[in-house]
């Protein structure tokens, strides 16, 4: 039986964490896919992750990327990550400070700034779902926001899993977050993601979700909000556009952490 190697990069934004592979020349195995990624991102059998990105080329664009969940599932849009694969995307020279990516159908442009903090565009969102104890909003990928006191005691995976599965979502599903407050333009932010069916150090689409449900809620007025994760802080900025929001970006860092050959 031959040995197949693949060669990966690990980066982590905010904590969130991912193997990142370059496959311009297609050559990922495609022949039980699901069980590989799931195997590349298992943390005691593998090499530990949230989730695995694909870098691919795109005829119009800088690159594409390709996202899954550590379940081996094709994902929406993930925030930390699209930050994180321009990052891989200059260290493979591909870029320099700018980068305009294809995901999801969809056309991202990020920004490298200084001391390894990326910012990315997001799409505009339109409206905002507001209910009487939670908010629910896509940012490119659905998100339910909790507002509470504190998110010390909370147990975010039973909680989370509940309100995941729950009523009105059902087997697709939803990522849930849990805020509370800091000042009046920093909040604290715990998130559960479906795909990783658990709580995850940050999340980039959640921590635009809150921000942007923050302020629909009058929760707060300003128009940069900083969200405190589990692994580092995120920055939301925007600008309020009727019921919606445009101007989107999420700002945070992307940090190379190693490189390797993963052979099976």
Do not use: W
């Not at 991912?18 to 990922?28: C, G, K």
């Not at 400070?97 to 159908?105: G, H, I, L, R, V």
């Not at 339109?126 to 896509?138: A, G, R, T, V, W």
């Not at 809150?210 to 300003?222: G, H, I, P, V």
């Amino acid at each position: 039986m031959s040995i197949v190697k693949i060669k990966f990069k690990k980066y982590q934004g905010a904590g969130n964490d991912f193997v990142l592979i370059d496959n311009r020349s297609l050559a990922f195995p495609e022949g039980n896919q699901q069980q590989l990624i799931q195997r590349l991102c298992d943390r005691n059998f593998g090499i530990g992750a949230d989730g695995l990105i694909l870098l691919q080329a795109h005829e119009s664009a800088d690159f594409e990327m390709v996202y899954y969940n550590c379940d081996g599932h094709p994902s929406s849009l993930c925030g930390n990550g699209g930050r994180c694969i321009v990052a891989f995307a200059k260290q493979l020279g591909m870029i320099q400070n700018k980068a305009c990516f294809y995901a999801n159908q969809q056309d991202y442009c990020a920004e490298i700034k200084k001391d390894d903090i990326i910012s990315l565009a997001m799409q505009d969102v339109l409206s905002i779902q507001i209910e009487k104890s939670f908010c629910f909003l896509d940012t490119g990928s659905p998100h339910h926001v909790v507002f509470v006191d504190t998110i010390k005691n909370i147990d975010v995976r039973s909680e989370g899993s509940s309100i995941r599965y729950g009523a009105p979502y059902g087997a697709p599903g939803t990522n849930v977050n849990f805020v509370a407050p800091i000042a009046a333009d920093r909040f604290a932010i715990r998130t559960y993601e479906r795909g990783v069916e658990g709580e995850t150090l940050a999340c980039g689409t959640g921590a635009v979700a809150a921000a942007l449900a923050l302020y629909a809620t009058q929760r707060s007025t300003a128009h940069s909000i900083t969200l405190e994760a589990l692994g580092g802080n995120l920055q939301v900025d925007f600008t309020p556009a009727g019921e919606g929001f445009t101007n989107i970006h999420l700002a945070g860092s992307a940090i190379f952490i190693f490189e390797g050959v993963y052979e099976y």
